[in-house]
C-alpha cells in the first residue's frame, strides 16, 4: 500500500467501488423517505434538520472512503474485507435513521442517534485501519496518514460521547458542531499541510459523477410512488404528464452536472479539490431531497397528506433551487470563473422555479406544476449546450497556460 499514481491512465472505478457504492443507495434511499415522511405530515423543520443530519454523516463516509481509495486502492485481500467491514457500517447507520428522524420529528426531546452513532463509529474505525496500514508502507506520506488517523479517532470519541448522553435535541445539534469541525478539518490539514495522498483527479471525478447517478435514483422512485398512486384508476393524461415531468426533471439535472469537466480542471488544479470535494454534500442532499419531494408529491396525490398543494410543490422547488444554487457555486469556486452568461441562465431558471409556486396557489393541477419545473435544469443544459460549452473551452484553456 505504498501509493497509487496520481497520473495513471485510463484509471477507472473498481467493482468493489461499485458494490460498495450498493449500499448507499439503501442509506439514501431511507433517508429521502423519511424526509418524505415527515414533510408530508408537516413536520418541515424538524425533517429538514433531521435530513441534514443523516446526509452529512452518509456523504461524508463516503467521501473518505472514496479518496482513500483512490489513493491506495490495492483490492487485496485485507482491503477488500475492511471495505466489507465499512458496507456494514453503512447498514447500520441506515437501520437508525427511522428512529433519529422519529425522535427529531414526533418526540423533540432528545436525539435516537444511538444505532447512527453505531453504524458510522463502524465505518471509520475502519478507516482507521486502512489509514494506520497505509502509513505504515508509505512512510513518506506518514504525517497525512496520522493526520487523518488522529482526527478521525478524536472524532469518533466525540460521536460517542454525544450518543451515551442524552442531550435536548437542540443542545446536541448544537454541540454536533465540534466533532464536525474535526472530520471536515482533518482531511484539509493532512492534504494541505502535512504532504498530502496521492488521489487521482479523472477517478474521483468519476466516483462522484457515479454518486450523483445513484442520488438520482431517488428522484425516479419518487416518480414511480406518484405514477402508481396515479394507475389506480387506469392509464390517463395524468399519468403521462407525471411520467414526464418526473423524468424530465432527473434527466436534466444528470446533464446539467455533467456539463462541468470536474476531471480535467481537478488534474491541473489539485488544490480546488476540497471546495469539489465537501461542496457535494450539499449537491447530493439536495438531489435526494427532489426524489423526496416526488414521493411527497404521491402521498398528496393519494391524500395521505397534511400539506396543501401550495406546500407540496415547494418540497420539490426548494431542493431543485438548492440544487441548481450548489452547482452554479461549485462551478465558480472549481473555475475560478463566473460569466455573464451565467447570470442570464440564472434569471430564467429562476423563472421556472417561480411560475410553479405561482401555478399552485391558483389551484393548478400538481401535475402541471412539476411539469413547468422540470425546465429548471434544462435551462443550463440547453445554456451550455448552444452557447456555454465555450466558456468551458476558455476556462481549460486557460487553465493549461
Do not use: K
Not at 47 to 58: L, R
Not at 295 to 321: M, N
Not at 345 to 371: K, Q
Amino acid at each position: 500500500m505504498t501509493g497509487r499514481d496520481p497520473h495513471e491512465s485510463h484509471r477507472v472505478a473498481t467493482p468493489l467501488e461499485l458494490l460498495f457504492d450498493l449500499t448507499f443507495v439503501v442509506a439514501f434511499g431511507t433517508a429521502a423517505n423519511e424526509l418524505a415522511h415527515a414533510l408530508a405530515a408537516d413536520h418541515v423543520g424538524s425533517g429538514i434538520a433531521a435530513f441534514a443530519f443523516a446526509t452529512f454523516g452518509i456523504s461524508w463516509a463516503w467521501i473518505n472512503f472514496t479518496w482513500f481509495a483512490s489513493a491506495y486502492d490495492t483490492d487485496d485481500w485485507i482491503y477488500r474485507l475492511t471495505t466489507m467491514l465499512q458496507m456494514v457500517g453503512v447498514l447500520i447507520f441506515a437501520l437508525g435513521i427511522h428512529p433519529m428522524f422519529e425522535s427529531v420529528t414526533e418526540h423533540g426531546e432528545t436525539l435516537d442517534n444511538d444505532v447512527i452513532v453505531w453504524g458510522y463509529v463502524v465505518m471509520r474505525v475502519a478507516m482507521l485501519f486502512q489509514w494506520w496500514r497505509a502509513g505504515r508502507h508509505d512512510p513518506d506520506r506518514g504525517p497525512a496518514c496520522r493526520t487523518y488517523i488522529v482526527s478521525i479517532a478524536a472524532a469518533q470519541v466525540l460521536w460517542c460521547v454525544l450518543a451515551l448522553v442524552d442531550l435536548p435535541v437542540g443542545t446536541t445539534f448544537a454541540l454536533i458542531i465540534v466533532p464536525f469541525l474535526i472530520e471536515v478539518g482533518g482531511p484539509a490539514y493532512a492534504e494541505n499541510r502535512r504532504g498530502g495522498t496521492p488521489w487521482h483527479a479523472h477517478h474521483i471525478a468519476e466516483r462522484y459523477g457515479l454518486m450523483v447517478i445513484i442520488t438520482l435514483g431517488e428522484g425516479m422512485i419518487g416518480t414511480m410512488a406518484a405514477i402508481n398512486v396515479l394507475a389506480e384508476g387506469g392509464l390517463t393524461w395524468e399519468i403521462g404528464l407525471f411520467t414526464v415531468a418526473g423524468t424530465a426533471l432527473t434527466f436534466g439535472t444528470w446533464w446539467c452536472y455533467f456539463v462541468v469537466p470536474t476531471g480535467e480542471i481537478l488534474h491541473v488544479r489539485r488544490e480546488r479539490s476540497f471546495g469539489f470535494g465537501y461542496g457535494a454534500i450539499g449537491l447530493f442532499g439536495s438531489i435526494v431531497a427532489i426524489g423526496a419531494g416526488l414521493h411527497v408529491a404521491a402521498y398528496f396525490l393519494d391524500h395521505h397528506a397534511e400539506i396543501g398543494l401550495t406546500a407540496t410543490v415547494l418540497t420539490v422547488v426548494v431542493p431543485v433551487a438548492l440544487f441548481i444554487a450548489v452547482f452554479y457555486t461549485g462551478y465558480t469556486v472549481l473555475t475560478r470563473s463566473f460569466h455573464l452568461f451565467h447570470l442570464v441562465l440564472l434569471l430564467i431558471t429562476a423563472a421556472t422555479l417561480v411560475a410553479p409556486v405561482l401555478m399552485a396557489r391558483a389551484e393548478v393541477d400538481l401535475e402541471w406544476c412539476l411539469l413547468v419545473l422540470s425546465l429548471a435544469p434544462w435551462v443550463s443544459v440547453v445554456g451550455y449546450e448552444t452557447v456555454g460549452y465555450r466558456h468551458n473551452v476558455e476556462v481549460l484553456e486557460s487553465l493549461r497556460d
